[in-house]
């Protein structure tokens, strides 16, 4: 029998979470490039028809920190050319897990007129081992927006709204210098976000001037906070320091209990060398004591001490609920939901959310051939939910045969041809897998309990899957999931649920770090 011990796999969400809070936060307050033209200028008859006038075009170059390593680097690189500026911003960053290095590359670009106006967007994501995801946009006159998104050889088109009053980059940066660097100046923006498909509130609060260390060299700027609202996670907020003529020469982003920094500095070194930084100990919180034979316990009530956090929050579910206490501790007991039995699928219901769960994403591919074929395998002759989920769950932990740590965070259908990864791996092609015989699923990331795992004990960054069962949320863990029994059990901890796609789950990205666990009571079953 496979012990659990030997199944705990750290997934990648976190990191791919950290590019995409770079890539969010980067655009406040970036470069004006007063050489190029400004927020006055009209592009000349010639600019426009692209007829003799060369490109104008500047790049700048930051290093990217985390825990005081060199991680990455971040390019960023505008260009005025035919009556069209075209943003790019550029976020590469490689971190170790137990000595094996995963690196993401992210590069989201915008095409807009000279005044702000949003043509067409693209976003380019390589998650490690894995294939590159890609995005494209084109807005209409009418404000539709028409989008392929591209992933393992396969389109997925869609159309959507642009939303009210969104802005890219160019349209950021005019709004920048209208308001300018005056302390205490205040204002709101939407930001459209190519990875979530909506525009990002980002409040901007100008501060004076600090004395601000750039590797080595201490120079005098003017601090702009910026908290940006994510979704269903509240605001994360970054701190910029901006010179006179409001170019960014550092940013610092606060994740998952640690901090994160951008630093201007010459090509050479931002493109250099990374340091070597290992994040499991990051992902991992302590238990008070022990919990022996954690998958026969009926529940555990914990104690949760989310120190100076104030918006530290824990998902109510069907499967564990959390409350607050006089003191500001949170009591959250976990008491896994039992599948019952008789549950129909697929799915025929009308509740929006529920058929939301059905639907294929970017990381959920369930209309893949492959993945409608070996759903129809695992489940076979399955008589109801509980059983075709339950069917499933045991043919994941069977498929995957490769578990690798050196995967970024792969979509459904990547794991299908490479059947390896972690427990993100395991989690998106299990809700695939539920989706594409009509039960309705979602992707849950939290932290889960270990007795012992690299030297460590206590609980890990995970990721696993809940699927709708005659009525109720039920946990569904593959990648922990031995002999007879199921995966899912009370040593588990959702932090955050989504359908998949990396930017659902920042909560966890804000919780982790934050929190301590003070008590745990296990309900042994009699």
């Not at 994510?230 to 606060?254: F, H, I, Q, W």
Request: hydrophobic share 40%.
């Amino acid at each position: 029998m496979k012990r659990r011990n030997a199944l705990i796999l750290f997934c990648a969400v976190l990191l791919l979470l950290v590019v995409l809070a770079l890539m969010w936060n980067g655009l406040i307050a970036r470069r004006p490039e007063p050489a190029m033209v400004n927020v006055q200028e009209a592009p000349t008859p010639a600019a426009v028809e692209g007829e003799g006038v060369e490109p104008l075009t500047e790049t700048d170059y930051l290093a990217v920190f985390m825990e005081g390593k060199k991680i990455g680097h971040s390019v960023h690189t505008r260009t005025v050319e035919a009556g069209k500026v075209t943003t790019s911003e550029q976020v590469s960053i490689t971190i170790s897990r137990i000595g094996i290095p995963v690196t993401i590359t992210m590069t989201e670009t915008s095409v807009e007129t000279p005044d702000g106006k949003p043509l067409r967007f693209e976003s380019v994501q390589s998650l490690a081992s894995m294939t590159t995801m890609k995005t494209v946009g084109v807005v209409r006159e009418d404000g539709t927006v028409d989008v392929v998104a591209t992933q393992a050889g396969a389109d997925q088109k869609s159309t959507i709204q642009w939303p009210q009053g969104a802005l890219m980059s160019e349209g950021l940066r005019l709004l920048t210098l209208e308001k300018g660097l005056k302390p205490g100046v205040e204002y709101s923006a939407s930001i459209f976000s190519p990875e979530v498909m909506q525009g990002l509130t980002a409040k901007v609060s100008i501060k004076d001037k600090k004395e601000v260390d750039l590797l080595g060299r201490v120079v005098k700027l003017t601090e702009v906070v910026t908290a940006m609202t994510m979704p269903g996670a509240g605001n994360v907020v970054t701190t910029s320091y901006v010179d006179d003529e409001m170019r960014t020469l550092k940013s610092v982003v606060p994740m998952a209990g640690m901090v994160i920094e951008m630093v201007d500095c010459p090509k050479e070194f931002a493109l250099g060398k990374n340091d070597v930084l290992d994040l499991i100990d990051r992902m991992f919180v302590k238990s008070p004591e022990p919990i022996e034979d954690v998958h026969s316990v009926a529940a555990i009530t914990y104690t949760l001490n989310p120190g100076p956090a104030a918006d530290f929050t824990i998902p109510t579910t069907d499967n564990q609920k959390a409350t607050r206490t006089p003191e500001g501790k949170v009591v959250l007991e976990v008491r896994p939901v039992a599948a019952p039995a008789g549950g129909e699928f697929p799915y025929q219901g009308n509740d929006p959310a529920l058929r939301e769960a059905t639907q294929p994403t970017r990381f959920l591919q369930c209309d893949n051939e492959k993945i409608v074929a070996l759903a129809r395998e695992a489940v076979g002759d399955a008589k109801d939910a509980a059983q075709a989920a339950g069917r499933i769950e045991a043919f994941v932990a069977r498929y995957i045969d490769n578990k690798s740590l050196s995967v970024g965070y792969a979509s459904a259908a990547e794991v299908v041809e490479s059947r390896q990864g972690d427990c993100s791996e395991f989690a998106v092609l299990t809700a695939a897998l539920c989706r594409a015989v009509g039960i309705p699923s979602q992707v849950v990331v939290g932290v889960a309990y270990v007795q012992e795992w690299g030297g460590r004990q206590g609980f890990g960054g995970h990721a696993w899957t809940q699927a709708w069962i005659g009525g109720k949320w039920v946990g569904l863990d593959a990648a922990f999931k031995s002999g007879g029994r199921g995966g899912y059990d009370a040593g588990h901890i959702a932090l955050a649920v989504g359908n998949g796609e990396p930017g659902d789950f920042f909560n966890m990205a804000t919780a982790l770090g934050q929190f301590q666990i003070e008590k745990v009571e296990a309900e042994r079953v009699p």
